[in-house]
């Protein structure tokens, strides 16, 4: 089944400590990027990568990291979180590049409390 | 850089036509994007627009103007379970859209 992944689904944790959400597809697509969804802030885009090894910033970068090693793996790192990055996060994968714009497919979204 | 605007909400009484606007400003400009999101879940695609005019999809429809920067999605027959979140995602140079506030639509009897 095609599908976008993200571990954890839930997570509550103190600030300061690292913490890293996995995000995984099996679509071979060579778009991925994370977004945070606030109330009243809409879907706010993070970073996004458009292959292996090419990551760029989107709207909201500050605080996170992502890394690109392989194409299936977006991982978002968060070295030292705050209670203002608590939120519903969502990791989204596409076609790419070559193939005109393609939908977005989403994970079903981690929701993180930063304490 | 992106300047998405959209209704922070709107109702609608069941069996009705709704119209969603979404105006923006996109670096790039390449294609707009609708999709729908339902409480706690996880965005959905509903259509896609490049070329100037109307894409009709069922009971979904979306228009664009480029020239404009204008966009809107037209709900048709509207149905109880069509309350949700419509986000307007213009994308630019990347490819990956970028997304407004989102538009509540509150579908009643």
């Known amino acids: 089944e095609a599908q976008v992944t993200q571990n954890p689904r839930y997570l509550i944790t103190v600030t300061g400590k690292k913490l890293t959400v996995t995000c995984s597809q099996n679509?071979?697509?060579?778009?991925m990027s994370w977004y945070r969804q606030d109330p009243g802030l809409g879907l706010r885009q993070i970073y996004y990568?458009?292959?292996?090894?090419?990551?760029d910033k989107g709207d909201v970068p500050e605080g996170y990291k992502v890394s690109r090693k392989e194409k299936r793996n977006f991982p978002l790192i968060l070295e030292s979180p705050s209670p203002n990055q608590t939120s519903l996060y969502f990791c989204?994968?596409?076609?790419?590049?070559?193939?005109?714009?393609?939908?977005?497919?989403f994970g079903d979204g981690t929701r993180l409390s930063i304490l | 850089g992106q300047n998405i605007d959209q209704p922070t909400e709107m109702t609608a009484t069941e069996g009705a036509i709704v119209q969603i606007n979404c105006t923006y400003q996109?670096?790039?400009?390449?294609?707009l994007f609708w999709y729908q999101q339902h409480a706690g879940e996880a965005p959905t695609f509903l259509s896609y627009?490049?070329?100037?005019g109307l894409e009709e999809k069922g009971r979904f429809s979306s228009f664009l103007s480029r020239s404009k920067g204008y966009s809107y999605l037209l709900l048709k027959e509207l149905q109880m379970k069509d309350s949700a979140s419509y986000l307007c995602?213009?994308?630019?140079?990347?490819?990956?859209?970028?997304f407004g506030r989102g538009t509540s639509l509150i579908v009643h009897p």
């Open positions: 989204a994968s596409s076609l790419g590049l070559g193939t005109g714009n393609q939908p977005q497919h």
């Open positions: 679509m071979n697509h060579e778009y």
């Open positions: 990568s458009m292959n292996v090894e090419v990551t």
């Open positions: 996109t670096s790039g400009f390449n294609g």
């Open positions: 627009n490049v070329l100037d």
């Open positions: 995602g213009p994308s630019g140079g990347s490819y990956i859209p970028t």
